[in-house]
């Protein structure tokens, strides 16, 4: 376990490294001088020659990477262009929200894909599993973009319930309740695809699961159906669900960002986008190099908890 | 038997019955036995007569869907046949228990073992955390698991056959079961630990006062080790009789095929064995008469066409269902 811990950790800082140059990367392909960007066009070549040896653009590609991985990893991402605020502060504002939309999302998730998957599986082709099978496959195929409109125009709009509508987004800290009002229907939205994911995944590793001579055997011992699904049936059918929930995670920072657009909540997708219409390269890098380190770093927590629901997999 | 003693275990023409896609499957059919306290009865017959079905059907575990189960089973006076699974979960564990075939299988891998026997006496017993631990340890140690204290942490995946097969069988008796449904238990296992296996059943059931049926293809495995024998063929008895007599007198001739094609330590070595010619039927798809008449040597036109019901012979409690049978002076060489 142990050993497996310590290769993954090496994987995960491997991973991260590659990243890292990645977007370093980034701001090089952009065309232009960067010291004419910030002076202006107006400015004097001997001005920009000056900014250019400030900047250290005159140094190797090399040097410049390790001058700058070793700022990032003193937690400095450096200092915006065009606000002028830092970049490590803007992320650190914009984060948590998307952290509390995908935890909120991620609960509705859960809380309906498990107990329903459980259903399902009970009895496979009765009718609440054809209803679930064929609902699930239909908003499988609705984009969150249309569901997050459709949400609005009823709910906002229609049913006029307050705090739900577009730029209606109050800060945690702020006041709690009214935030998670302004939260619900972008979490919702985010929550439905991750659902149908985690209810056709389970579902079908359950069925499975379900036929397996130890199953059988846990029933002749006399315990509920309930216990046997819980205790016996889920865990060796959630390894799946977890690796799913893993990659899904990642993606929903992306689907997040479309929803955080629409409704102009100041999340991190929304940050990006503002950022490169006001071409804020330098928060760009940052938020790129964020969320690809978030993404590896989720993906090892959820290999590092399959791990522990299913000690088979570290054992072989 | 004598008139007063209990029947623990009565079965009263069982029939179990497979919907499939190609038609009726008749697993098991018009199976009658009765089984007493502290006996143990053997079931012999090739893979697929129904050995497993009938455990099944006894103790009420087939799925509900696409089965059909006629007849009658009591067990302990508790009526299983029709009974929902919440009537029987009050009865599974602890007055009926089954040992399972293939110990790679029937053990939950996510699941310490320790808490795989614990869980039934918390959950039927109502026993305490500690309590159910101590006696989960006790358990492990009663079916010959060195070191059970270390052991009750252990994942199935790190044991070995044997030593899982001791697990199923420690989960099994848990709840002091009065009647335990031994299904191939020793058939996933090689022969060393086959023989530590038996014996141990063999000392628990006389230890624990348990009454046991022994399903086999093996009819070594069931030689010493029952009182009374029943032979299947096609999900049907073709002979039933105490061991001895089934040894010693056999009437069916599938009986003594099984025998032949057995081997023996009293034969010189390299005696070849015979093989039963042929293979068992197609159960969606069986003859009129006798399942077996179309590898049988003796077969007549009769056995073709009309099934041979179960008919004593000169022992008490033995019939069997031919109808050319051995004649009765036949011994095979075992006696």
């Known amino acids: ?316 | 038997m004598s008139p007063d003693s209990r029947h623990l275990l009565e079965v009263d023409q069982l029939s179990t019955t497979f919907a499939t896609p190609h038609g009726l499957l008749p697993a098991v059919s018009e199976v009658s036995f009765t089984l007493q306290e502290d006996e143990t009865i053997g079931i012999v017959g090739e893979s697929g007569s129904g050995k497993t079905v009938l455990a099944r059907t006894i103790m009420g575990l087939q799925p509900m869907t696409n089965i059909q189960v006629e007849g009658s089973v009591l067990i302990n006076g508790f009526q299983v046949v029709g009974a929902s699974d919440p009537e029987k979960r009050k009865h599974w564990g602890t007055d009926v228990a089954m040992v399972f075939q293939d110990p790679m299988t029937s053990l939950n891998p996510v699941m310490r073992i320790g808490k795989q026997i614990d869980e039934t006496l918390r959950v039927r017993l109502g026993m305490s955390r500690q309590s159910a631990k101590a006696r989960a340890i006790e358990l492990l140690t009663l079916v010959g698991i060195p070191s059970s204290t270390e052991r009750y942490d252990a994942f199935p995946g790190e044991l070995s056959g044997g030593m899982r097969q001791r697990v199923v069988i420690a989960t099994a008796l848990a709840c002091s079961p009065k009647l335990l449904l031994a299904d191939e238990p020793t058939t996933g296992l090689d022969v060393t630990i086959q023989a530590q296996i038996l014996n141990l059943l063999g000392e628990l059931q006389q230890r624990l006062h348990m009454s046991v049926v022994l399903i086999t293809h093996d009819l070594g495995v069931v030689a010493t080790r029952t009182s009374r024998l029943i032979v299947m063929y096609a999900g049907r008895v073709v002979e039933i009789g105490e061991t001895r007599d089934i040894f010693a007198h056999h009437r069916m001739p599938y009986t003594r095929a099984l025998l032949d094609s057995s081997p023996r330590i009293s034969n010189p070595s390299h005696t070849r064995l015979l093989a039963i010619p042929g293979r068992p039927p197609n159960l969606l798809n069986l003859p009129n008469g006798c399942s077996f008449a179309p590898r049988c040597s003796f077969a007549t036109d009769q056995c073709h066409n009309e099934r041979p019901p179960l008919t004593p012979s000169s022992e008490p409690g033995h019939s069997f269902a031919c109808w050319n049978p051995l004649p009765i002076s036949t011994r095979s060489e075992m006696s």
């Open chain 1, 1 to 316: 376990m142990i050993k497996y811990v310590a290769r993954r950790v090496a994987l995960l800082i491997g991973i991260s490294f590659v990243i890292s140059i990645g977007s370093f990367y980034l701001i090089h392909l952009l065309p232009g001088d960067p010291a004419v960007f910030i002076l202006g066009t107006n400015d004097s070549p001997a001005n920009r020659a000056i900014l250019f040896k400030q900047l250290g653009l005159d140094r190797s590609i090399v040097t410049q990477y390790l001058i700058w991985i070793g700022h990032v990893l003193h937690g400095n991402l450096g200092i915006s262009f065009i606000s002028h605020n830092s970049v490590v502060s803007t992320i650190k504002a914009a984060l948590p929200i998307d952290l509390e939309m995908i935890f909120l999302s991620q609960i509705v998730a859960f809380a309906s894909a498990v107990p329903l998957a459980m259903r399902s599986a009970r009895k496979p082709d009765g009718w609440l599993d054809r209803v679930l099978g064929a609902g699930s496959f239909t908003l499988l195929s609705v984009p969150p973009f249309i569901i997050i409109v459709l949400l609005v125009l009823f709910v906002s709009i229609k049913l006029g319930v307050a705090n739900t509508g577009p730029a209606s987004f109050v800060p945690l800290s702020q006041n709690f309740l009214v935030n998670l009002e302004s939260l619900v229907l972008p979490s919702f939205t985010l929550s439905v695809g991750s659902f149908v994911v985690y209810y056709r995944v389970l579902r079908s590793d359950l069925i499975a699961t379900l036929q397996e001579e130890f199953i059988t055997m846990a029933r002749s011992k006399g315990i509920s159906a309930r216990r046997i699904m819980w205790r016996h049936a889920f865990r060796p059918s959630s390894v799946a669900l977890l690796g799913t929930a893993g990659v899904n995670i990642g993606g929903l920072l992306a689907s997040g960002f479309v929803v955080q657009y629409l409704l102009a909540i100041p999340g991190l997708g929304y940050t990006l986008i503002s950022a490169i219409d006001t071409s804020d390269y330098l928060l760009v890098q940052g938020i790129v190099l964020v969320v690809s380190v978030g993404v590896v770093f989720i993906n090892f927590v959820f290999d590092f908890i399959i791990n522990i629901v299913d000690p088979r997999i570290s054992r072989e």
